[in-house]
């Protein structure tokens, strides 16, 4: 059975540094026995079907794969459509309401629980404000991640360890369901 998904990678292509060319990641992924491969944007989300594997073992395939090909490691999380569909439908916020860039999903490798975020004192950021999903953060920032002060506290290494944590804004978020909808 073929499952189409999403590659989440995770810092690639920022600031001049660990460059993966959106042409040579969908070359590799097809190396790899993947069909339909599509990128979108250079930002690292990568459109595939494969018919082997799951979500972890994908990843994991990948993640060995670039560092092989391009000398340095990038961490990717893989997720199929229903998961993304999931996400996007089940948004604390008013989505509808906002543009792209007001509203954000981190994506994690495992589930995290509110313990890990409890020591923050979420009133104090307010209107900026965070909700837990399954696997996910919803971030809501209405002037936009660049300027978040809850955001950067949010990114700090401890609340993410153990997991990877990759981050998308709205605009995204929608366009990979569309993607991996088929």
Request: aromatic share 8%.
């Amino acid at each position: 059975m073929t499952t189409t998904y999403a590659a989440l990678l995770r810092g690639i292509n920022v600031g001049g540094s660990r460059k993966v060319p959106m042409a040579d990641l969908r070359t590799l992924m097809e190396g790899l026995g993947h069909s339909g491969v599509r990128s979108y944007l250079q930002s690292g989300q990568a459109v595939f079907t494969a018919d082997h594997g799951d979500e972890e073992s994908l990843a994991a395939e990948l993640t060995g794969a670039i560092e092989k090909r391009f000398g340095f490691t990038v961490d990717v999380i893989v997720r199929d459509h229903a998961y993304l569909k999931a996400i996007a439908d089940n948004c604390p916020f008013p989505a509808a309401e906002l543009e792209g860039k007001q509203l954000h999903v981190t994506y994690f490798s495992a589930p995290v629980d509110a313990d890990r975020f409890a020591e923050i004192d979420q009133a104090a950021y307010l209107p900026e404000e965070f909700r837990l999903g399954d696997r996910a953060l919803y971030l809501y920032v209405p002037d936009g991640l660049g300027r978040s002060k809850l955001a950067e506290h949010l990114s700090k290494p401890r609340l993410n360890k153990g997991v990877i944590a990759t981050s998308r804004n709205w605009n995204t978020v929608v366009k990979l369901v569309e993607m991996t909808g088929g």
